[in-house]
């Protein structure tokens, strides 16, 4: 059965530049399809016209009216006071209109109940318990813990939260709403990797149709049964996940290649014969008649075109040498934000060649610690660098000094270049022609890291830290960007929520966990399989010996003491983060101000996570 039908699909915003043209394509039920190109392609906007919320200017959309269509990619807007809690449960607003009517039925029949009630009654007990009723307190849980959505959080208001935040709690919705045609725009944006791992695991035993865009190839190799790429207005169809499709879109350029090479050498040596047989027949009206046959049959082959092949960034990493063993080394390193431990006791060694993936849950601390080690922050310890070592840096919130600048302007001015050569290196990393003349502040997110990793290649560095060096870039561009580190052999530290970059280039492990860095000579692969194997472990060691756990000092009545004075303070401080979220929001184009907030904010849910887990304890003791 097809869910999903679009036959000769054309839609235009500029007359005569058709973003769309004569796109066709059917999903079937229960297909899980993945819809690749680059951006600006039309893969957003084919997602609009399937919900309706776009017009088309021709051809034919098919939706099964039959089945429930839910689209991710925009956040529907829900009344002032609407709490996390009010959102997740308004996926359930036919079942809780039964149950209100199920309740007024139960009050008229406590004085007495007629047959005509009792059938009603019936039937909406029937409709509630088919429409999984009693089972909605169970699945609004399973979804937020799998989505780490706190209980905490819940209680907060909706529109306080943070766009990520948003985006998060309206998945869960839509999740909830036990929707059948899912559509998935950038799902896994804001997740960290649990949260990725679980929406994986979700996706792949869902029933329904899903329809995914998205720049996770991980994600896409997990998740995809077949692909759909666009291309030009067209769609390209390959039967498999993420890695299939790399695979066979090569081997079909390969093939198209050298069809159009076979063709052109053929219709070289026609032509060539024709030429001959036109001189010879200047006297011989035979030989030119045939000669003229020949033309008129080249002219109808039906000609192969020459494949095209993506425009590439062509730069790599300026390196300097290295001498000596170790690269840096830090002794008893520990970094607090006032109680509030991130790290502690860290006992590392860096030698030449090495390159580590410094993973951990969002708010662990990562940027933090990669911050002590370029002495951006101040901290606790011994950080020790070689003497010929230079680091360069491409930060996860990317800043500019002067963001009305072009970028033309500011290779200038930054990199101290002549005019020729700031062309040349934007030009190698595709900012051509009037692109160039853009204010960088209004450049997007992708571009952004674009340009600063273009400034960042000038250096001679032997030291390369990335902090999600991925973010933004759709998958060309972090294609480009693996092409530039393959080449580099200086020490690369890297975080990173991509795992297809985690599992390409991390050779080592640093996991930022309970305020320790646990070290993994290995890896992303064999670094999965050991945390299964302890996770595995774990179970069995809990049931052998369960420890006691002391009882505080003061007694019961100071234990109740102390729970209410940690729920206050919990109070005080999701308030306060509520309104550093409010503050991140507004000051959106201010770099310096973003920047001192969003560090404002990791302190405030550090504290956040230490108060709540002093009141777990709490709560524990009997």
């Given at each position: ?147 780490g959505i706190s209980p905490e959080q819940r209680t907060q208001s909706f529109s306080s939260l943070s766009g990520g935040e948003k985006t998060r709690v309206n998945l869960a919705r839509l999740l909830l709403e ?83 090479e076979q063709e052109q050498a053929k219709l070289k040596q026609l032509g060539y014969t024709v030429e001959r047989m036109k001189g010879w027949g200047i006297n011989n009206r035979t030989l030119y008649r045939r ?332």
């Amino acid at each position: 059965m097809i869910d999903i039908g679009v036959k000769n699909l054309t839609k235009f915003f500029v007359i005569g530049e058709n973003l769309l043209e004569d796109l066709s394509f059917d999903i079937q039920e229960g297909e899980r399809v993945a819809i690749l190109g680059r951006n600006g392609c039309g893969k957003t906007t084919l997602f609009n016209i399937l919900t309706g919320q776009m017009d088309y200017d021709a051809g034919e959309v098919f939706v099964n009216p039959h089945k429930k269509l839910g689209l991710i990619s925009q956040i529907p807007r829900f009344p002032d006071g609407y709490t996390v809690e009010d959102v997740l449960r308004s996926a359930y607003q036919a079942l809780t209109k039964t149950r209100e009517k199920m309740m007024q039925l139960e009050q008229q029949m406590t004085q007495g109940a007629t047959e005509e009630q009792l059938r009603e009654y019936d039937t909406l007990v029937n409709r509630f318990q088919a429409g999984g009723g009693y089972e909605m307190d169970v699945e609004v849980d399973k979804i937020c813990n799998g989505l780490g959505i706190s209980p905490e959080q819940r209680t907060q208001s909706f529109s306080s939260l943070s766009g990520g935040e948003k985006t998060r709690v309206n998945l869960a919705r839509l999740l909830l709403e036990k929707t059948d045609i899912l559509l998935l725009d950038e799902p896994t944006n804001h997740l960290d990797l649990r949260s990725v791992e679980w929406l994986e695991g979700y996706i792949n035993s869902f029933k329904g149709t899903v329809l995914a865009i998205s720049h996770d190839r991980y994600f896409l190799d997990t998740i995809a049964q077949r692909v759909i790429e666009i291309t030009d207005g067209h769609a390209e169809f390959y039967s498999g996940n993420y890695s299939f499709y790399i695979e066979e879109k090569q081997a079909r350029f390969n093939l198209q290649l050298k069809q159009y090479e076979q063709e052109q050498a053929k219709l070289k040596q026609l032509g060539y014969t024709v030429e001959r047989m036109k001189g010879w027949g200047i006297n011989n009206r035979t030989l030119y008649r045939r000669a003229m046959s020949i033309q008129h049959r080249m002219e109808r082959i039906k000609k192969t075109e020459r494949p095209k092949t993506e425009k590439t960034m062509k730069a790599s990493f300026s390196q300097k040498d290295f001498s000596g063993d170790v690269v840096f080394q830090m002794k008893n390193v520990e970094k607090s934000f006032g109680e509030r431990t991130l790290f502690s006791d860290v006992e590392l060694k860096v030698e030449g060649g090495e390159r580590i993936a410094l993973l951990g849950d969002n708010g662990t601390g990562k940027s933090t610690f990669i911050k002590c080690l370029l002495g951006e922050e101040d901290c606790k310890g011994k950080i020790q660098f070689g003497p010929t070592v230079k680091s360069g840096y491409l930060p996860q919130i990317i800043h500019f000094d002067h963001p009305e600048r072009s970028l033309y302007d500011t290779m200038l001015y930054e990199k101290n270049c002549t005019p020729q050569v700031a062309r040349d290196r934007l030009g190698a990393f595709l900012f051509q022609g009037e692109d160039v003349f853009k204010s960088v502040g209004n450049l997007s997110g992708g571009e952004q890291s674009r340009l600063r990793l273009c400034m960042l290649m000038d250096e001679k560095i032997n030291l390369l830290i990335l902090d999600e060096p991925t973010n933004h870039l759709d998958i060309a561009s972090r294609e480009w960007v693996e092409a530039a580190i393959e080449e580099f052999d200086g020490v690369l530290l890297f975080v990173s929520h991509d795992r297809y970059f985690i599992e390409k280039f991390a050779e080592r492990i640093w996991l930022l966990e309970d305020g320790q860095i646990r070290d993994f000579k290995c890896g992303y692969q064999k670094y999965r399989s050991i945390l299964e194997h302890e996770a595995a472990a774990k179970p069995q060691e809990t049931a052998v010996s369960k420890p006691k756990k002391e009882k505080p000092k003061g007694g019961t009545k100071e234990n109740d003491k102390l729970i209410r004075r940690l729920e206050r303070e919990i109070e005080k401080q999701e308030a306060e983060i509520a309104q550093l979220d409010a503050a991140i929001e507004e000051a959106a184009a201010d770099y310096q101000e973003l920047t001192r907030l969003l560090e404002e904010k990791q302190q405030a849910e550090a504290s956040l996570l230490e108060l709540m887990e002093n009141w777990e304890k709490a709560q524990s003791w009997d």
